[in-house]
């Protein structure tokens, strides 16, 4: 899997390649039928796999004041297309720049100029170029014109509605982790390197791995049953609040508290999955108080572990 700058040209090797166009923030079951069918048309082919995605999201070029909403940095992004079989992930840097290309300019100078694209493969509403001057139909048009093959991906719906990243994200903002995994086919999850914290949770006897929720939606908060994957690959359960710690700071983190694990994680990177909501955050009268219904937290999360099974 190779990772390669949109705003240059395509190696010689991934000329000629069949490219899943949109945003696939996310990765959801919609955006797995887009690269799907794009992995497919390629290996029958034999032609390379691409997807092509923005960084940052043009929402948050537009409206840049809007709170965090993302659903997956470009390294998930990365190994999540590369598990679904495309050869390589092309970054197009959304800025200014980019923002003022008319579509009939996007397909001659990116798609056929940079990347020597055969056919495209996107979902039906999709939408491009300046002002959003290009859509499927105008692909389409601008295809035949070049010679590229351009495919139409239906919606995919999921309990009678259409799965969105919208409706992922109003999900994790209700603290439905189940719908939200179900429209993912995966657990959300939250990667990030692990920071140096006040030691409250060591103190308590329930050290954490604290992680800056940085540009990803903000989920309910609360107290979560976690899963958390380890560089050298090791999957560990857990407990994790978060939130802003009303008793103690305003700071918005998520704090992992995995179970039978001993060691240092300080500037690891992990990942760490949302499995079920257990509770909203609270204060306590004291910390004895907080120390107690920490370890409810815990029986509680091994519970919700369980009943998830060892692949969740």
Do not use: W
């Amino acid at each position: 899997m190779e990772r390669l700058d949109g705003g240059s040209a395509v190696p010689a090797h991934l000329r000629g390649g069949i490219v899943a166009l949109g945003n696939f923030d996310g990765f959801h079951k919609g955006h797995q039928a887009v690269v799907g069918r794009a992995v497919s048309r390629a290996r029958a082919e034999g032609r390379p796999a691409l997807v092509a995605t923005f960084d940052p999201h043009p929402v948050r070029f537009f409206k840049p004041d809007v709170p965090p909403f993302r659903l997956t940095t470009l390294d998930q992004r990365e190994r999540l297309f590369a598990g679904a079989g495309a050869d390589a992930m092309l970054v197009f840097h959304f800025d200014a720049t980019l923002a003022a290309v008319p579509a009939p300019e996007f397909v001659a100078d990116h798609l056929i100029g940079r990347i020597g694209a055969a056919g495209v493969v996107t979902g039906e509403d999709f939408t491009f170029g300046k002002g959003r001057g290009g859509n499927v139909e105008v692909l389409k048009l601008l295809g035949q014109a070049n010679r590229i093959s351009v495919d139409a991906v239906a919606p995919v719906a999921d309990g009678g509605e259409p799965v969105s990243s919208s409706r992922i994200r109003e999900a994790l903002q209700a603290g439905d982790c189940a719908t939200a995994t179900a429209l993912l086919t995966r657990p959300f999850a939250i990667e990030g390197v692990v920071e140096h914290g006040d030691k409250r949770g060591r103190e308590l006897g329930y050290p954490t791995a604290n992680l800056g929720l940085g540009q990803y939606l903000r989920p309910r908060f609360g107290v979560y049953a976690v899963r958390g994957t380890l560089p050298d690959g090791r999957v560990l359960d857990g407990v994790a609040n978060l939130g802003t710690r009303p008793m103690f700071d305003a700071k918005e983190l998520l704090e992992p508290f995995f179970f039978d694990f001993s060691g240092d994680l300080y500037g690891q990177r992990i990942e760490v999955r949302l499995i079920a909501f257990l509770r909203d955050e609270a204060s306590f009268d004291g910390l004895d108080a907080l120390t107690a219904q920490i370890a409810r937290d815990v029986l509680a999360a091994k519970a919700a572990l369980a009943a998830a099974g060892p692949l969740a």
